[in-house]
């Protein structure tokens, strides 16, 4: 039995270290195919770079000028040099300047990304601490008046917009009750209102998720067993509710990125001084190396989320670097 059990476990490590070192390859063209899509956005936007660097620093674009900085940019050159010179200096954290203040992107964003993080973690909290419990209530209580309620309230929130959400919010909570900063980072009860406006969304989704989950693993034959030999109820629904998390898990580690990435509408409607006002700023004064540095770190931020989310599946679910 147990030379039978280590066997298992060896056959088991040697299909998750497979599973792990194929995922880990198919990352590498997956970045380098990123990388070009962002370098090429510089390519197909409409005008000129140079003349737009000219023009965000109010300088007149002559021909002259345009040469210049065209020369200053290295937009004289070949395209696939400048995308190898360019690929070169991001994997050593060199994303170029910004148009507007001359100022390295990579800083830029550098002190932009805490206040984003911050606001994900409080909205993160929010999903966990409101979704749970009220999932597996609706899925102890099925049917109730309750269950009815919220299945409402997930609907409702799953179709309004974040934009009209937080608006509402600021209304009610900050002009009408005083209880809420409007915008900014004034006071520690400033990220509430725009994390619950990050959060709302998802916290419908995983209030659904967690109860259709619960309930279909009702149904399964071990609770049919578990109740003939009369097991407690408690005991059964926190079996039910193991069984139930790996689909949730899941769902959880690929919103962490969308959290991120998310978050620029909130962070705009609240003046949230993080990467996605950053970006829409940018998008607003065409400061290209700001808007290419954004779709090429959320987009590898997807990535590599995606590869952890799937070895942790996987090491749940044996089934699944199998068939990998």
């Not at 599973?19 to 970045?31: A, D, G, H, T, V």
Request: charged fraction near 15%; charge should be neutral.
């Amino acid at each position: 039995m147990g030379f039978g059990r280590n066997c298992d476990d060896m056959q088991r490590g040697a299909f998750m270290r497979n599973y792990m070192i194929k995922r880990i390859l198919w990352i590498l063209p997956m970045l380098v195919g990123i990388s070009f899509f962002a370098f090429v956005l510089i390519t197909l936007s409409p005008g000129d770079p140079a003349e737009v660097a000219l023009r965000v620093n109010e300088i007149v674009p002559t021909p002259e000028a345009i040469a210049l900085m065209r020369e200053q940019l290295g937009l004289d050159k070949p395209f696939f040099t400048r995308y190898v010179e360019w690929l070169l200096a991001v994997v050593q954290g060199d994303f170029g300047n910004s148009y507007v203040n001359n100022k390295s992107v990579f800083q830029e964003f550098i002190m932009a990304l805490p206040a984003t993080l911050y606001l994900s973690a409080v909205a993160l909290i929010f999903i966990i601490f409101i979704s749970v419990p009220i999932g597996v209530l609706c899925a102890v209580y099925e049917g109730s008046m309750g269950d009815i309620f919220v299945r409402v309230f997930i609907f409702l929130a799953t179709a309004m917009p974040g934009f009209w959400v937080g608006l509402l919010l600021i209304w009610l909570f900050s002009v009408q009750l005083g209880l809420f900063p409007t915008s900014g980072m004034q006071a520690a009860n400033s990220v509430v209102l725009p994390a619950f406006t990050l959060a709302l969304t998802y916290i419908a989704t995983y209030i659904r998720l967690i109860r259709n989950n619960m309930i279909e693993n009702k149904q399964e034959n071990y609770v049919t067993y578990a109740k003939a030999r009369g097991l407690k109820e408690s005991i059964i629904y926190r079996h039910i509710f193991k069984n139930s998390l790996n689909e949730v898990l899941t769902a959880l580690g690929m919103s962490i990125p969308k959290l991120i990435a998310g978050s620029v509408i909130v962070e705009n409607i609240f003046a949230w001084p993080g990467v996605g006002r950053l970006c829409v700023s940018a998008i607003f004064n065409r400061d290209f190396p700001i808007i290419q540095a954004y779709v090429l770190m959320m987009a590898v931020l997807f990535v590599i989320c995606n590869l952890i989310v799937d070895i942790l599946s996987a090491s749940l679910d044996p089934r699944i670097s199998q068939d990998g």
